[in-house]
């Protein structure tokens, strides 16, 4: 990121608050995203992270607090809402549809149509442009998803979230389920889209991936933020320190601590 | 507790309508006695579902045993010594179990269509060798005293079969609240794959439950014997019902991981109780007029044959229900605190699905299409196997009865067969594409053709009332299937296992157990030929091709191409039949992407109904009557085209053309089965029996070729030996 004078926001979450029951999942949470930059959201278990994004995609609904989306304030009912905004989710186990083929899964739910029927034609060769956009390889369109590698599933999730195209591609655990070999792919994809202007938050519980697309990351300890550091500025051991010893009093923001 | 309310309830309100039967300690006492086989049979069926599995089979093995005890000992036929007849029969039980037990587990067959295949097949044992006769031998009874006073009151007063489920309920509940066995039990049925990481043999535990379950009926079964000294072809039927009914009422979780030996047996008093109340009838006074005096008559008003499963399935479907939108949510507790003005209790940790259907994706086939072309293109579809099936079958039938077989009217008999097991599997195949099933396509057939025939009849209705009120019924049974495993979650399974029961009992209630037949000839013309229906309307077809056509198509064939071709081109073809195969395929990831799926499961299963609808308003018309068995193991058939043709019973596969071509393979069997060659042809109840076996290698083939592609899977083992291993991509 620029370090000038930032540009407005793509996204704004500020002071939101979730309660499951008797348990308070997200306090006063507040998250910033700039638009072309990827954020790495870290914490422990049930530090709340995916509460936060499914509240983010409208899967949830926040019980206090505000969300903009390029400065306009919104409020999400479901997941189409957030499509419709520009928001995309890819989920740790990809939800794709293993009987139907490539093509088709790109284009699930809306599928181009010719009359009453489905244009199959049209749908194949713009899978196809959007498989060559991402730049990754997937052998043909025809080829059913169940028989694809984990890697080549989840090339096939981020070509369908981007097929929208998105502002902000949220994905979450994407390297739990994949190799090395495959890892090394996806952050490719990763640094592909961000060059292209799509901003990005990563769910993981892996630092090392983080650090070597992310530009920022953000804490989170038992629903409260406890710090947010640029990647340049720190390293792993810091923010592991964040994670297991942070508390909100002592959070800063990036900037704070970068001025230090 | 409330159970035992309920119970007493029941009783009494039964001894106040009809205190003649109800009131005396002899009916108190045939109430246990009849509860206790139940209960015995109740027992092994606890611990089969709190493993998280089903066991529809319980019925025809307590039928099959008592049938294969009466074979064994009886004098007119092996008439061998009864120590030999009752180890055969308890050997019997064992393989039974077996065999269901490794269906469900290690070949991963759903649970409830490996039994409801072993249950149509072991009724199709039945009926075979009863040949449909009841068989007895009181004279031979009395050379095994001990066997036979089992069966028989004991110097204590009561009967001892009371005795032998009292001890077999006691320690049934004790191995299972005690014992490790109960323990992995619980474990398996709560989280299997927990169960597994704790080093549980879950495979063995289930097999176990299948084994208790089966053997439980066997020992029922020759409680019969030993207590009715002969049985009749009807023993047990329905029976999987009252056992199911009774263990979910008695606490048991169709989702497994909860249950108690002592509420199923309760359970089981209390659905007895009710057949017995239901069977018994009301006692009613009828004012008759003779002349002019007005004399009161008094009567019995009772519930005709076959009307009784009604009720036992709606109590079915009602006691799933129970679980997880009553005792979850805690209604009572919160209905209480309401009524005292308090603020509710807390509620439960509710997940976001409140209940899971049974579906779970195996499939890993590599794509072999891709590397294929032209002919072996063909052979790589999931419908290959149906089309070529239904090719050699056909040239088997012509190679054996080259004299008869090319026959126009045999080959437009076959084709009149085929018309109504197609037309169903029109909207099965939608069902079974969506992830769901529906058993109860076979009943509703029944349903439709009661329902019009009702209207003819008695009613004497025009035709096209007929027509609508079958339609009306058939499309009531398919809403109520929809709304229960839709919109109040039930898996299809159990939802329309509860409509088979419900929908046969409400044919032969409106019939009154009776065939009907007689009515306007304008209604039979939906079953006519084509040329029958021109003559009706006065039109007389030159001579020629067009007429010769006519003389040998029927209307309901011309409706049956209709309709599934225009399915096929909204399968194949729209938004909406991609919307279903993605509903199939994995629901949650159609659901993310903006997919209604909701709707697409309740328009397939309302569009099952409406087939299976007018396959019953057609049988009637082409009969000229209904009979109250119109239909039945039809669902077997149309669920085995399904498969056969390339649809996955675990959902998100199947095609029309493969449909309609499994329909033809079930068809040509069954003429090829019915064929005479030279003077041999086999007996209708063997037939049903075969049709069984081939379901049940239609659903293996799928799952290991097909999904789990053994043979791919070996070929590349024996290739890979051949050469040094190559890193994987990943």
Redesign the interface.
């Known amino acids: 990121m620029p370090d000038a004078a930032l540009p407005q926001p793509i996204v704004e979450m500020r002071g939101i608050e979730k309660v499951?029951?008797?348990v308070q999942a997200l306090r006063k949470v507040d998250l910033v995203l700039y638009p072309g930059e990827i954020l790495g959201l870290v914490g422990d278990n049930s530090a709340g992270k995916s509460t936060l994004m499914k509240i983010l995609t409208g899967a949830y609904q926040r019980d206090a607090g505000e969300i903009f989306v390029a400065g306009q304030p919104v409020h999400f009912k479901s997941?189409?809402e957030s499509?419709d905004a520009g928001i995309e989710m890819i989920?740790q186990d990809?939800?794709?549809?293993?009987?139907?083929d490539v093509g088709?899964n790109i284009f699930?739910?809306?599928?181009p149509?010719k009359g009453?029927?489905?244009n199959r034609r049209k749908m194949y060769a713009e899978a196809d442009s959007v498989l060559k956009r991402l730049k990754v390889d997937v052998?043909?369109v025809?080829?059913?998803v169940?028989?694809l590698?984990?890697?080549r599933q989840q090339s096939v999730a981020i070509a369908r979230a981007i097929s929208f195209e998105p502002r902000v591609v949220i994905l979450d655990e994407p390297t739990a389920n994949?190799?090395?070999?495959?890892t090394e792919r996806l952050l490719e994809t990763m640094l592909e889209l961000k060059r292209q202007g799509v901003a990005q938050i990563i769910i993981s519980h892996r630092l090392v991936d983080i650090f070597a697309v992310g530009d920022r990351v953000m804490v989170l300890k038992r629903g409260e933020n406890v710090g947010d550091r640029h990647i340049k500025n720190t390293d792993e051991h810091e923010v592991l320190e964040i994670i297991v010893s942070g508390t909100r009093e002592q959070a800063r923001t990036a900037d704070q601590a970068k001025a230090v | 507790m409330g159970l035992l309310a309920l119970l007493a309830l029941i009783y009494l309100g039964g001894a106040a309508v009809n205190p003649t039967f109800f009131g005396s300690p002899e009916a108190f006492h045939a109430l246990l006695r009849d509860t206790s086989r139940v209960a015995i049979i109740a027992v092994g069926m606890t611990f089969v579902i709190i493993n998280k599995d089903l066991d529809l089979s319980v019925g025809s093995i307590y039928g099959l045993v008592a049938v294969v005890f009466a074979r064994l000992f009886a004098p007119s036929f092996a008439d061998l010594d009864i120590v030999t007849s009752v180890i055969v029969c308890v050997l019997l039980g064992i393989v039974i179990g077996l065999v269901n037990g490794v269906l469900v587990t290690i070949l991963k067959v759903p649970a409830f269509i490996a039994t409801l295949t072993t249950l149509l097949i072991g009724r199709g044992f039945v009926l075979a060798l009863t040949q449909g006769q009841a068989i007895y031998y009181p004279g031979k009874a009395k050379e095994a005293p001990l066997f036979f006073h089992l069966g028989e009151t004991n110097v204590f007063g009561f009967n001892n079969q009371i005795a032998i489920s009292a001890v077999i309920a006691v320690t049934g509940a004790y191995v299972l609240a005690k014992t490790r066995w109960g323990y992995e039990t619980f474990a398996t049925g709560g989280n299997e794959q927990a169960a597994v990481y704790a080093g549980i043999p879950t495979n063995w535990v289930r097999i176990r439950a299948y084994l208790l379950s089966s053997l439980c009926a066997t020992v029922a079964g020759l409680l019969s014997a030993a207590q009715d000294k002969g049985v009749t072809p009807l023993y047990g039927v329905s029976g999987e019902l009252t056992v199911i009914a009774a263990v979910i009422i008695g606490g048991a979780s169709i989702l497994g991981g909860r249950g108690r030996v002592a509420g199923s047996c309760l359970g089981a008093t209390l659905v007895v109780l009710l057949d017995k109340v239901l069977r018994e009838g009301l006692p009613i006074t009828r004012t008759i007029k003779i002349g002019e005096e007005e004399v009161t008559v008094n009567a019995v008003y009772s519930l005709p044959v076959g009307a009784v499963p009604v009720f036992l399935g709606l109590l079915l479907v009602i006691a799933v229900l129970i679980e997880p939108y009553l005792i979850r949510r805690q209604v009572a507790a919160r209905f209480w605190a309401w009524l005292r003005g308090r603020p509710p209790p807390a509620a439960f940790e509710i997940g976001g699905v409140a209940l899971e259907g049974m579906a779970t994706k195996g499939a890993m086939a590599t794509d072999i299409a891709l590397s294929a072309t032209g002919f072996g293109k063909f052979l790589a579809r999931r419908d290959a196997l149906a089309v070529i099936l239904t090719v050699v079958l056909w040239l088997t039938g012509l190679f054996l009865r080259p004299d008869y077989w090319w026959n126009l009217s045999n080959t437009f008999a076959i084709l009149l067969n085929y018309t109504e097991l197609a037309l169903i599997t029109v909207g099965l195949t939608y069902v079974i594409a969506a992830g769901d099933i529906d058993l109860s396509v076979g009943a509703v057939l029944a349903l439709a053709g009661s329902a019009a025939a009702y209207f003819l009849k008695v009613l004497g209705a025009d035709p096209v009332t007929a027509v609508a009120m079958g339609l009306l019924a058939g499309m009531l049974a398919g809403l109520v299937n929809a709304v229960v495993a839709v919109g109040l979650k039930l898996p299809a399974f159990i939802a329309t296992l509860g409509m088979f029961y419900i929908a046969r009992g409400l044919a032969a209630w409106f019939v009154a157990g009776q065939q009907l037949t007689g009515w306007p000839e304008g209604y039979n013309l939906l079953g006519r030929k084509v040329n029958d229906i021109l003559l009706h309307f006065s039109v007389v077809l030159p001579d020629g091709i067009l007429r010769s056509l006519a003389e040998v198509v029927s209307v309901q064939t011309v409706w049956m191409v209709f309709v599934a071709l225009i399915a096929g081109i909204v399968l194949a073809y729209t938004p909406f039949g991609q919307k279903v195969y993605a509903t199939g395929g994995n629901i949650r990831a159609a659901a993310y992407a903006g997919i209604n799926t909701n709707r697409a499961r309740f328009i397939s299963l309302m569009l099952a109904a409406f087939c299976a609808t007018m396959a019953g308003i057609i049988n009637v018309a082409y009969f000229r009557s209904f009979n109250p068995v119109a239909g039945q193991f039809r669902e077997l058939d149309a669920i085995a085209s399904v498969i056969i043709g390339g649809g996955s019973i675990f959902g998100g596969y199947g095609t029309m053309l493969g449909s309609l071509a499994g329909a033809a393979v079930i068809t040509l069997v069954r003429a090829l089965l019915q064929l005479n060659v030279q003077g041999f042809s086999m007996p209708q109840h063997w037939i049903n029996v075969f049709i069984g076996v081939i379901l049940i290698a239609a659903v293996l083939i799928d799952i290991w070729v097909r999904q789990a592609n053994l043979f791919g899977r070996l070929r590349a083992r024996l290739a890979r030996r051949a050469r040094t291993p190559e890193i994987a991509d990943a």
Not at chain 1, 94 to 100: D, H, I, K, T
Not at chain 1, 108 to 111: E, F, K, Q
């Open positions: 499951f029951g008797a997941p189409h499509r989920y990809f939800a794709l549809c293993g009987n139907m088709q699930l739910g809306r599928w149509r009453p029927f489905v052998n043909s025809f080829q059913k169940e028989s590698s984990g890697g994949l190799s090395v070999m495959a």
